[in-house]
């Protein structure tokens, strides 16, 4: 077998992966921008509690956190940060907060001396506004019916799930 059939082999598995809804990049990170861990990205699950003490599931090596400092919990409209009572409070966008507040792509929040940028991925951007046709009505798929034409998450899953059957049909054969 050729050094590229496993990159194609890979790649289908990956393709069928995210057609089943298997693993996925993290729907929202954290990369750190300054202090010990510049450079750094912190993956968010749904729920985080950020600080340097051993409870907390994003530890900050930063004497100026508390050890419970902040808690970061994903949903459907974006990532709300609540601190949990510490000395200091935290920053958004330079501004100091103690009560909590939804976070939006590419805000910069400060623990203690570290900041944060907060990247968030498909899922918990805005939607876009659908575009309308130029004839103002709804779309038409194939001969002219109203609601069949072909996209979303389900064609978009069938589309998947072809290329890997033709990746591993090329494989085969």
């Known amino acids: ?89 935290w920053e958004l966008n330079g501004s100091r907060r103690r009560r909590g507040r939804l976070l939006r792509h590419g805000d910069v929040i400060a623990v203690g001396g570290t900041r944060l940028a907060l990247e968030l991925g498909p899922r918990h951007l805005p939607a876009a506004p659908a575009a309308l046709p130029e004839s103002g009505g709804p779309a038409a798929g194939p001969a002219g019916r109203a609601g069949t034409g072909g996209s979303g998450p389900r064609a978009a899953t069938w589309a998947a799930l072809l290329l890997a059957l033709a990746a591993a049909a090329l494989l085969a054969g």
């Open 1 to 89: 077998m050729s050094a590229g059939g496993n990159g194609t082999r890979t790649l289908a598995a990956a393709v069928l992966r995210e057609a089943a809804g298997g693993e996925r990049p993290p729907a929202a990170e954290l990369r750190v921008l300054d202090g010990p861990l510049a450079g750094c990205r912190l993956p968010l699950g749904v729920e985080e509690t950020l600080g340097r003490g051993a409870a907390a599931s994003l530890r900050l090596p930063d004497p100026a956190a508390s050890r419970r400092h902040l808690r970061l919990r994903a949903g459907a409209g974006g990532v709300r940060a609540e601190d949990l009572g510490s000395k200091n409070g």
